[in-house]
């Protein structure tokens, strides 16, 4: 992981003029906003190398004392799948049915969801992030992790943009609980999955909501 106390000389690898600084920001941006969040997917396959490369960016992100507290499941097998799309439709079921507030399920109106997941068959991988609050070691001993949800979220943020910028598209779906997940995946119980992502191409009758993403200023502050 680290050795203790060494370290080696850095260079930012970008080394850019400041005119190419700003062309590179909104380059970025303009890729990162066209993302959208889909739910109707082809069922167009994608190389094992691509998501391979992407959980290797994601695996990038700081994290907490370097712990690296993630676990990512790829699933692409049809018959795990439909387990999965079964585990996650009954707590829909639920969620829909009542267990949502009235507020809540408000909020979701314009968004047309509901408990069916068709989604999680068609698109050709599911990939499982588990959290880690800590680590077990070989002798049974656990080993502290550090801001694990803040860890994780930014590797899977990051896995999103990654998968984005190669043409692929992505929901964070999150059904709750998500307990299912560790049966179905295979994960151990100290394991906790906080996102189950779908990854594919969209279908060609894809179509998402029309929503505005909040201006500079009212999400931002310079002091
Ligand atoms: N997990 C449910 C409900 C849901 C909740 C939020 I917050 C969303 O942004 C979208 C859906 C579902 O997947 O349908």
């Keep these: 992981m680290i050795d203790s106390s060494s370290f080696i ?5 970008i080394q850019v003029s400041k ?6 920001a909104s380059a970025f941006y303009e890729t990162l906003n066209g993302r959208r969040t889909v739910r109707d997917y082809s069922t167009q396959s994608v190389d094992r190398a691509v998501i391979e490369k992407c959980l290797l960016a994601a695996s990038t ?15 692409s097998d049809p018959k795990i799948k439909r387990q999965i799309r079964e585990g996650a439709e009954k707590e829909e079921r639920e969620f829909y049915a009542g267990k949502a507030s009235e ?8 968004f ?10 068609t698109a050709p991988y599911l990939i499982g992030i588990f959290s880690r609050n800590y680590d077990l070691l ?6 502290k992790n550090y801001y694990v949800s803040e860890s994780v979220g930014i590797a899977a943020g990051m896995l999103i943009a990654a ?6 598209s992505t929901l964070t779906h999150t059904p709750s609980p998500m307990g299912f997940l560790n049966e179905v995946m295979d994960r151990p119980s100290h394991e906790r999955a906080v996102i ?6 969209p279908s060609e009758d894809a179509i998402v909501p029309v929503l505005k993403r909040k201006d500079l200023e009212e999400f931002s502050t310079f002091l």
């Design 9 to 13: 000389p850095f260079q930012h690898p």
């Design 19 to 24: 005119e190419e600084t700003l062309q590179r």
């Design 61 to 75: 992100a700081p994290s907490g004392a370097h712990k690296q507290p993630w676990h990512f499941t790829v699933v």
């Design 103 to 110: 507020e809540w399920l408000d909020a979701l109106k314009p």
């Design 112 to 121: 047309g969801t509901n408990e069916e997941k068709p989604f999680l068959e």
């Design 138 to 143: 070989e002798d049974g001993s656990r080993s």
């Design 163 to 168: 998968l984005h910028q190669c043409g692929l």
């Design 196 to 201: 189950l992502l779908v990854v594919g191409y």
